[in-house]
């Protein structure tokens, strides 16, 4: 049995056989070696990544400390009393359970006249300071 012609033929003293099997050979080689080439940059590409994350984080946990830090109740009780002139109440304002149903009566009662002054100490007055507001300047810091 004989084998077929492009088995037993020669180029300068190679089989072709051999040289298309040396042909396939390198090209899987380059091949592998691209593929593992475009794979690294790819990972390092990904490392990049994981590094904006992790500084992303460490900015995020930064800006929530800063966050608490301004809301802190100090910080809003300073910033009430100097922008806003609110304080804590004072002792003339506490009432007690029994002036409460009083309270709540003097409420109920129909508006006093438009031209009449109100009798409650707890209502302000329509022509007193409450009723023309003073501007207000805001700064900041």
């Given at each position: 049995?004989?084998?077929?012609?492009?088995?037993?033929?020669?180029?300068r003293?190679?089989?072709?056989?051999?040289?298309?099997?040396?042909?396939?050979?390198?090209?899987?080689?380059?091949?592998?070696?691209?593929?593992?080439?475009?794979?690294?940059t790819?990972?390092?590409?990904?490392?990049?990544?994981?590094?904006?994350?992790?500084?992303?984080?460490?900015?995020?946990?930064?800006?929530?400390?800063?966050?608490?830090?301004?809301?802190?109740?100090?910080?809003?009780?300073?910033?009430?009393?100097?922008?806003?002139?609110?304080?804590?109440?004072?002792?003339?304002?506490?009432?007690?359970?029994?002036?409460?149903?009083?309270?709540?009566?003097?409420?109920?009662?129909?508006?006093?006249?438009?031209?009449?002054?109100?009798?409650?100490?707890?209502?302000?007055?329509?022509?007193?300071?409450?009723a023309?507001?003073?501007?207000?300047?805001?700064?900041?810091?």
């Amino acid at each position: 049995m004989r084998a077929p012609g492009f088995l037993t033929a020669r180029i300068r003293g190679f089989r072709i056989v051999n040289l298309l099997a040396l042909t396939v050979l390198l090209f899987i080689a380059l091949g592998s070696y691209a593929l593992k080439t475009l794979a690294g940059t790819q990972d390092a590409g990904g490392v990049g990544v994981e590094d904006q994350i992790v500084q992303e984080q460490k900015r995020i946990r930064m800006l929530q400390a800063e966050i608490s830090a301004l809301g802190g109740p100090q910080r809003v009780a300073d910033l009430s009393r100097q922008y806003l002139t609110l304080g804590p109440a004072d002792a003339k304002h506490d009432i007690t359970e029994d002036a409460l149903p009083a309270l709540v009566a003097q409420l109920r009662a129909p508006p006093p006249a438009p031209g009449a002054r109100a009798s409650s100490p707890h209502l302000p007055s329509p022509t007193g300071p409450a009723a023309t507001p003073a501007p207000v300047k805001a700064t900041v810091q």
